[in-house]
T-cell receptor, first 113, second 114 residues
Framework: EAGVTQFPSHSVIEKGQTVTLRCDPI?????LYWYRRVMGKEIKFLLH????????ESGMPNNRFLAERTGGTYSTLKVQPAELEDSGVYFC???????????FGPGTRLTVL | AQTVTQSQPEMSVQEAETVTLSCTYD???????LFWYKQPPSRQMILVIR????KQQNATENRFSVNFQKAAKSFSLKISDSQLGDTAMYFC???????????WGAGTKLIIKP
């Protein structure tokens, strides 16, 4: 069974540009999470989808970040316009039920210059 | 506020030794779960071990075991007979059933030396 996949693995963009990250969860996992680790800091929760609905988006830093999960399958996280402080590793995770083990993707390393 | 603290930024031990990574947390919740995740240099986060707060018995998974002290809000990870493949970042994490977001510690970089 395929695990959680993320695309791209790396992205280098200039300040002010737009970047879209994609996450494909494990098939059948209704719960999808986005996390972010900024260099030298803790991993922080961004948001949680249950199917196509946003269950909790309390961790989204500001309105430059937009997450979608159309059809309850893959999810995208768009940053527009990107700022220097957005640099970090963005992780996606999925799980069958809310408190079950979260399975993580390899992450997308975003560098904003 | 719910927080997780890992006080050891980096640790280094010889292969085959036993090492203990510390983790403390703060919460007012009654029902929660604790996890240790491992992130090897290849970056894929992998679950090492999980502990339900309502269980008194400490979880074990082969060479990995935890010392869960609920009253002290402590959740340390012991790795026995350490192997080179154990070299990784280790993250302690917490989740409550009032919301489903993982709260993470800062991580401990563990290096196993040959």
């Amino acid at each position: 069974e395929a695990g959680v996949t993320q695309f791209p693995s790396h992205s280098v963009i200039e300040k002010g540009q737009t970047v879209t990250l994609r996450c494909d969860p494990i098939s059948g996992h209704d719960n999808l999470y986005w996390y972010r680790r900024v260099m030298g800091k803790e991993i922080k929760f961004l948001l949680h989808f249950v199917k196509e609905s946003k269950q909790d988006e309390s961790g989204m830093p500001n309105n430059r970040f937009l997450a979608e999960r159309t059809g309850g399958t893959y999810s995208t996280l768009k940053v527009q316009p990107a700022e220097l402080e957005d640099s970090g590793v963005y992780f996606c995770a999925s799980t069958l039920a809310g408190l079950s083990e979260q399975f993580f993707g390899p992450g997308t390393r975003l560098t904003v210059l | 506020a719910q927080t997780v603290t890992q006080s050891q930024p980096e640790m280094s031990v010889q292969e085959a030794e036993t090492v203990t990574l510390s983790c403390t947390y703060d919460t007012s919740e009654n029902n929660y779960y604790l996890f240790w995740y491992k992130q090897p240099p290849s970056r894929q986060m992998i679950l090492v071990i999980r502990q339900e707060a309502y269980k008194q018995q400490n979880a074990t998974e082969n060479r990995f075991s935890v010392n869960f002290q609920k009253a002290a809000k402590s959740f340390s990870l012991k790795i026995s007979d350490s192997q080179l493949g154990d070299t990784a970042m280790y993250f302690c994490a917490y989740i409550a059933d009032s919301n489903y977001q993982l709260i993470w510690g800062a991580g401990t970089k563990l290096i196993i030396k040959p």
